[in-house]
């Protein structure tokens, strides 16, 4: 099994800068984990890029107690860790703009009420198709 650690990020005062480059990060993968149907590693293709709503279809689509809210846990390029909010009901029914995932990124969809990441998630070992 593959562990990805996710820590509680303390918000930064400074805009963090983001690229599509990414050097640091070393695979071409996202990881979609909490109240989805196929949590896992999912290949982002040549652009580096996949949205959110690709990545949910992925992954089986969410839960039935999944929270409308969701989080993406993201390096920016001097490696400091940052916690995204973002409104899952708003993308999935179609009403918001979907939100771009990069290489590397967290997709985490807690279960209604009960936001906190854990400190660790475990992945299961199976490949996931690319995009």
């Known amino acids: 099994?593959?562990?990805?650690?996710?820590?509680v990020l303390m918000l930064q005062i400074a805009t963090p800068v983001f690229s599509q480059e990414r050097s640091?990060?070393?695979?071409d993968t996202i990881a979609v984990v909490g109240s989805v149907n196929r949590p896992g590693k999912y290949t982002v293709g040549q652009s580096g890029t996949i949205t959110v709503g690709t990545a949910i279809a992925q992954a089986g689509g969410v839960e039935a107690?999944?929270?409308q809210n969701a989080y993406v846990y993201r390096r920016d390029d001097q490696g400091v860790k940052h916690e995204i909010r973002i409104s899952l009901g708003n993308i999935l029914n179609r009403q918001?703009?979907?939100?771009?995932?990069y290489r590397g990124d967290i997709l985490f969809v807690p279960i209604t009420g009960k936001k906190a990441a854990p400190k660790a998630i475990t992945l299961p070992d199976h490949d996931v198709a690319g995009i």
């Open 24 to 27: 640091n990060v070393q695979d």
């Open 1 to 7: 099994m593959t562990v990805v650690f996710v820590a």
């Open 96 to 101: 918001g703009t979907d939100f771009t995932l």
């Open 65 to 67: 107690n999944s929270d």
